[in-house]
């Protein structure tokens, strides 16, 4: 059976070919079963981290069954409107664009921008058993000069190494805001809630970890990855030192063709290892009136967000998701577009509610006067669209890895009646479910 080191040899020997001349796209897959693919490399994440060529992308689905580790870019788009109609063009279904949009904006390359997404030059995706390895060529002018610039990328390319372990050493902690201010800020939400301004307000909180030596941004995903169970996974690095990551429970949206499904995530509760403990946690949660009408708030806002593009909706009952740290109430809720355009879904569903709030205007306008950091890629969304499906994660439970710095972090949706102490401690939780890994807790 071939290697990865052998196929991507293979791939490099086919850019030898000749190509035109002028402009177009073209694609060069190979396939190869993963059980020998990677059983000595390690994995797609190792084999990504070792890679010195960026912008980089991780991602794996929460139930496992498909995972994609993909670097270089071939095109980028800063938002989804000219990603959706570089692919429509290309009429070809199964050609993903990957990356991330931010929940207000990001500076890259002192560039302001709503999203980073890109088709990538080299794609490693598993889909079960099989990995297909992906070569992309693209050019407004040449596609023999393209090739040109794919083969000195490809010489590049090194074999992979084990991931360090994490071993860390944290020096500091700041929080922003710190417990009297964040009493403070909510109390502030609630009079406005109780003005009649807005129904609810995600507040969140950022936590600054100082770190004795720099943090290997691969291996806190994959330590993260292990623990995290019913997460996904996913990691955008733009250099050696800077990355953003996240084991997020929460999809955005999923869409295979035009059939839709979504989520209202909204209601938390502590979880516990054991699991009658963890049990009637959920149960308190599935009888709590406060949770209860936080989900249905979140379930009626997105019903009204996608009026008019969908025909029918369908709610399913409310059920209970168990993570590591925290149990969620979660309702999945499914329709069928009218048209398949992933730049107008985004604009209905982010930012959700259960990031953001109702109405989502007011709620994020508090946001963005009242916090005390400005969120960038946190509570956006991570993943990949193509013409025949699409799928985005909320960029929650996530971490900005700069150097000896990580800044987690974590947020709680703030209702009437809701306590801010009690709103700190569910914070607490939700960061704990990456900041444990990084002070001695894996379990």
């Known amino acids: 059976m071939k290697q990865l080191a052998g196929l991507l040899r293979e791939l490099r020997q086919r850019l030898n070919a000749d190509f035109p001349d002028s402009a177009g796209m073209r694609r060069i897959a190979l396939s190869l079963p993963a059980s020998t693919a990677l059983a000595t490399e390690g994995g797609l994440l190792t084999w990504l981290s070792a890679q010195p060529i960026y912008p980089q992308f991780y991602w794996q689905h929460r139930d496992s069954k498909e995972e994609a580790a993909v670097c270089g870019a071939a095109l980028t788009f800063s938002d989804a409107s000219s990603a959706h109609q570089y692919l429509s063009q290309q009429g070809q279904g199964e050609i993903r664009i990957w990356g991330m949009n931010a929940f207000d904006c990001v500076q890259i390359a002192g560039k302001e921008q709503r999203s980073l997404l890109f088709l990538p030059r080299l794609e490693l995706l598993r889909r079960g058993q099989e990995i297909a390895v992906t070569l992309t060529l693209a050019s407004d002018t040449s596609l023999q ?178 993570l590591r740290k925290v149990q969620h109430l979660r309702r999945v809720i499914r329709s069928h577009l009218h048209v398949a355009d992933d730049a107008d879904c985004l604009q209905r569903l982010q930012p959700t509610a259960a990031v953001a709030g109702l109405p989502r205007e007011p709620a994020r306008q508090f946001i963005l006067s009242h916090e005390p950091f400005h969120r960038g890629w946190y509570a956006g969304s991570a993943g990949y669209l193509s013409l025949l499906q699409t799928e985005f994660t909320v960029a929650l439970r996530s971490a900005l890895v700069e150097g000896q710095q990580v800044h987690l972090f974590a947020g709680a949706g703030i209702v009437a009646g809701s306590d801010p102490h009690q709103e700190w401690l569910e914070i607490e939780n939700k960061a704990a479910g990456l900041r444990t890994l990084l002070e001695g807790e894996s379990e």
Request: overall charge negative; glycine content about 4%; aromatic content about 6%.
């Open 145 to 322: 000069q393209d090739a040109e610039k794919a083969k000195l990328m490809m010489d590049r390319l090194v074999n992979s190494v084990p991931l360090p372990k994490l071993q860390v050493t944290v020096t500091g902690a700041r929080h922003l805001p710190e417990y009297e201010q964040w009493c403070g800020l909510l109390e502030e939400a609630l009079a406005s809630i109780s003005s009649g301004q807005f129904d609810k307000v995600v507040m969140a909180r950022e936590t600054t970890l100082s770190l004795a030596s720099p943090l290997p941004a691969s291996a806190f995903m994959a330590t993260s990855r292990a623990v995290n169970h019913h997460c996904y996974h996913f990691m955008l690095a733009l250099s050696a030192e800077q990355a953003f990551l996240g084991s997020s429970p929460e999809r955005l949206y999923h869409r295979n063709e035009r059939l839709l499904s979504t989520e209202a995530l909204a209601g938390t509760v502590a979880s516990s290892p054991l699991d009658d403990k963890a049990q009637k946690l959920a149960d308190w949660l599935m009888q709590d009136n406060k949770n209860q009408h936080e989900n249905l708030l979140v379930v009626e806002d997105i019903c009204q967000r996608l009026q008019g593009a969908v025909t029918g909706v369908d709610v399913m009952p409310a059920e209970i998701l168990r």
